[in-house]
């Protein structure tokens, strides 16, 4: 699933970004994760329609809190970068 990578891809960034103490790396990669929410609304508006909705839906929901922390990080990086 694309979206679960591109997910993955956002909090390997973000930690690269905390590390690093890089504010923009960390603004940049909560614009991509603004896409991947997007696209996980649109797979969730798909799969309610099918028999499988509950287990999909289970999985979107997980993909979208690893979203979630990988916005969580971009945040920390961005602040500390301000101290």
């Avoid at 790396?25 to 991947?36: F, K, M, Q």
């Avoid at 799969?47 to 979630?68: E, K, M, Q, V």
Wanted: net charge neutral; with cysteine; hydrophobic share 45%.
């Amino acid at each position: 699933m694309e979206v679960g990578k591109n997910s993955l891809n956002c909090v390997d960034k973000n930690v690269i970004a905390l590390r690093n103490m890089d504010a923009g790396l960390a603004s940049r990669v909560l614009s991509a994760n603004a896409r991947i929410k997007k696209d996980i609304s649109e797979i969730n508006r798909l799969i309610i329609a099918t028999p499988h909705a509950l287990p999909l839906g289970i999985i979107t929901d997980s993909i979208s809190r690893i979203g979630d922390y990988a916005e969580n990080i971009a945040e920390l990086a961005i602040d500390l970068r301000q101290l």
